[in-house]
């Protein structure tokens, strides 16, 4: 499934069980139960001017209005059988007094209503089954849009065709496409307008500014008409980047109302025998040009429009996103801070009770009551260790940790860490090493908080690789800054786990080992290395050890 598929199944109006009622393209502006009337009193209006003054190839008409009015109404009022029962019975009269009314006989009348019905409700059932939400909501779902404007007609078309030298009169190639081209040019134009205007989009356009720049941008189309379709020169080009200045500024339906006019503006110049691309031919030959150059020519620009719609939906999607993140992690933060606070107190009480109990202050300690005592006191600790982490992680999160940046002299950093490393009961056996080739590092960092860091990559070293017999630390002074490397001799990570590493509380399936730990300290680390401007990481294999890097910034 593509991303425009899926955008268009995400804002897809939910349709009732029964398939009745009504879509919610029809909660907004078609939803008035007066509306089919005045569509079929437009349709038959249409269908009469356009029969008197748009006939170029025999009985054909270049552009046809009425199925493209027909089609956009239809969708965006309903659904359900009922529904289309009626509205085809009202487009039905209505088609059948247009063409009465053009001078039509009867028998035409009936012919053309029936093929006009056709090739209607083909385009109406082919929209529905392409487009769920029954708007063009994005590059793909407009193209899908005017795929079935172009074929809708074809059926319709050929119909009509065929029956006309049944009823006397002359058929050809040339009528059938002369009629397949404004067909679906009537449905492609003004049935990409009538689903794209929205409430939403009403407002958008309503603004003063996108008025003024309406204003100018349609006046602009007319003036350049003027220069390249009244007269003989092969200027029709010149139009195209004003539609694309159309699509960029006012979106698919200011772009489909501007294909509208240029559509008009090119058949009607066509029929009097003007316009680009047209000197010498027949009529019926100049309005497949005119129709040609709408459909090939200009078309595309909606399909601009469509797609820069559908990035500044995603980018808007994208911004709510990150604010709902955004907030999301801010709560989680206070969340953390809260429940830090509230473990302390309890906490230190039981540390308390417990070296008291220990200490045989409380009376008299059997040995097996001291032993208990002590683990009582270890767990206390551990507990009050991760409430500590927790309220770090909370404050780094919420930005409120305070970083001191100077030069700090990163060996010293690594001496102490070792001197502190080594007075660890997991340090029993471990060579821990401090290297540095040049003598010297100095970093531009957080002394107290680099310290913390890196104690928590040399404890998590002995926990994990201590097996190995050799924890080192390594300062290098680059070029451009300061890289301070721990690694060990352990078993190594795999590239899943190395993935994981600094996701909070993930301790990559060690929950039930001996080991101790809570899966925090590493996405502190790396919270604190990025505070100070630097960046943090692991270069491991299976049975290859690990060595997590960090890189400050060089004094």
Sequence with gaps: MTMSRALDIATAAPASAAGVGRSKAASDLFAHPVVPVLTGVAVALL???????????GLMVGLWAASGVAVAVWLRTGSGRRHDMV????????????????????????????GNLIEIG?????????????????????????LCALIAPVPAGLA??????????????????????????????IGALGLSLTRS??????????????????????????????????????????LLAVAVRLGVAGSA??????????????????????????RAEQVLIAQLLVLIGYMPTLLVAALLEERDRLAERARLGQVRAEMTSEAKSRLLANVAHEIKS???????????????????????QAEMADMLVKTARQVEALAHDLLDVARAESGSVKVELRPTDVVGVLDDVRRSAVLLPEAQGVEITVVCEDGHAVAVADSQRLVQVVT????????YGGAGGGVILRAIQQEDCVRIEVSDFGPGLSEEKQAQLFEPFNRLGLERSSVEGHGVGLALAKRLVELQGGAIGVVSAPGEGATFWIELPRA
């Design 47 to 57: 269908v009469a001017v356009a029969v008197n003054f748009a006939r170029s190839s």
């Design 87 to 114: 509205y085809a019975l009202v487009l039905t009269v209505s088609l059948m007094i247009g063409e009465l009314i053009s001078g039509n006989s009867p028998a035409l009348s009936l012919l053309f209503t029936a």
């Design 122 to 146: 083909a385009a109406v059932f082919l929209v529905r089954r392409v487009l769920p939400s029954l708007h063009i909501l994005s590059l793909g779902s407009t193209v899908r849009f005017l």
């Design 160 to 189: 009509v065709a065929f029956a006309l030298p049944h009823l006397g009169q002359e058929a050809s190639l040339e009528s059938f496409k002369t009629w397949w081209f404004g067909h679906a040019l009537g449905i492609a134009v």
């Design 201 to 242: 989009t009403l407002t958008r356009l309503n603004r003063s500014q996108t008025r003024f720049e309406a204003a100018g941008l349609i006046t602009a189309i007319l003036a350049f008409y003027y220069i390249g379709f009244t007269g003989q020169m092969s200027m029709g080009f010149i139009m195209t980047p004003l």
């Design 257 to 282: 109302f501007s294909l509208l006019i240029v559509s008009i503006l090119a058949v009607g110049s066509a029929m009097a025998g003007a316009g680009p691309y047209v000197a010498g031919m027949a």
């Design 346 to 368: 309890p906490v230190a009480g039981v540390i308390g009770i417990g070296q008291l109990w220990s200490s045989g202050q409380l009376g008299p300690v059997t040995p097996k």
């Design 456 to 463: 928590n990559l040399a404890v998590n070293a002995l926990k």
